[in-house]
C-alpha cells in the first residue's frame, strides 16, 4: 500500500447537459478552474452509444487487453471517481460507473466516452496539498497512481 495526505479544498456542484462527454467535461472544467486533484461523485443518466471499459480479456496476463461495451439504451447511473494530473500535468479523470435499466446493470471505466442522457450530477471535492500524480505503468499500460 502506498500513500499521501491531502486536504479538502472547494467543493463543485455540477450539472452535465444532454449529449455531454463526461470524462471530457470533467478534465476541462478541472483545467479551468486549476483543480490539480478531486474525488467526485455523479448520479444522472447514460444515453445509448456511451462506452464503458467493462475489465480485462484476460485476468492477469499481459499486455492488458481492455474489453469494452457499447450501453445500447439509456441507462440510469451512479458512480464515483477521482482526478489527478498526469506527468504532463493534465487532470485525467478516472471514475467507475455502475448503469442500471430494468433488470440489467452494467458497470465499468467511463475513459472511452460516456454520453450524458439529459442531466448528470456531480459533486467534485478538490484535494489540495497533495503531490499525487498518475504515472504510465510499462507493464500494464496503466496510469496508476503514485501517492
Request: proline share 4%; net charge negative; with cysteine.
Amino acid at each position: 500500500m502506498k500513500y499521501s495526505e491531502a486536504k479538502q479544498g472547494r467543493i463543485f456542484v455540477i450539472r452535465l447537459e444532454d449529449g455531454d462527454c463526461l470524462h471530457e467535461k470533467i478534465e476541462n472544467f478541472a483545467k479551468e478552474k486549476y483543480i490539480n486533484a478531486a474525488s467526485l461523485i455523479a448520479v444522472g443518466g447514460a444515453d445509448e452509444g456511451s462506452k464503458l471499459v467493462v475489465g480485462p480479456e484476460n485476468g492477469r496476463s499481459t499486455p492488458v487487453v481492455p474489453m469494452e461495451t457499447v450501453l445500447n439504451n439509456v441507462y440510469e447511473i451512479a458512480g464515483t471517481g477521482t482526478l489527478f494530473p498526469d506527468d504532463d500535468g493534465n487532470p485525467i479523470l478516472h471514475m467507475h460507473i455502475a448503469c442500471g435499466r430494468k433488470t440489467d446493470s452494467i458497470t465499468g471505466c467511463v475513459r472511452r466516452g460516456v454520453k450524458v442522457w439529459h442531466v448528470m450530477e456531480i459533486v467534485l471535492t478538490e484535494l489540495t496539498e497533495t503531490s499525487a500524480v498518475r504515472v504510465l505503468d510499462q507493464i500494464t499500460g496503466f496510469e496508476l497512481l503514485q501517492p
